[in-house]
């Protein structure tokens, strides 16, 4: 064979491996992260966040876990994100007797296959009218 030969199957086969292990980082455990785009809102408006991977790309149809202003610990409440990896909390409560617990928080995602779970660290403080 000649030396061009060599040269060229060392190129390809290390493409190949390149290829190889690009792919599998894409593809298996992916860290996460979630945004949102209040730290605080008024009683009964709306607020949305985003569950994005690693690469900046929205994770589509996950479930996300949240606590609810008031809500006794170890209740939660879940959103589904859609095709772009958003979610939306419609009305926001605000609950008078909740005092300093009139706050959205503990938003979590519990990781799905090739993603890696998630919690993010902020609330998001119900104002009221």
Do not use: R
């Amino acid at each position: 064979m000649e030396k061009e030969s060599y040269y060229l199957i060392i190129l390809l086969v290390a493409f190949v491996i390149c290829i190889g292990v690009f792919w599998f980082q894409f593809n298996n455990d992916v860290a996460t992260f979630i945004i949102l785009n209040e730290t605080e809102v008024q009683e009964n408006a709306s607020f949305s966040g985003m569950l994005m991977d690693a690469y900046s790309q929205g994770v589509p149809n996950q479930t996300i876990s949240f606590h609810k202003p008031g809500y006794q610990m170890g209740t939660i409440v879940v959103a589904q994100t859609d095709e772009n990896g958003e979610f939306t909390i419609e009305n926001a409560e605000y609950l008078p007797d909740a005092g300093k617990d009139n706050y959205y928080g503990d938003f979590t995602f519990a990781g799905h296959d090739k993603y890696q779970g998630c919690t993010y660290e902020g609330n998001v403080t119900v104002i009221p009218n």
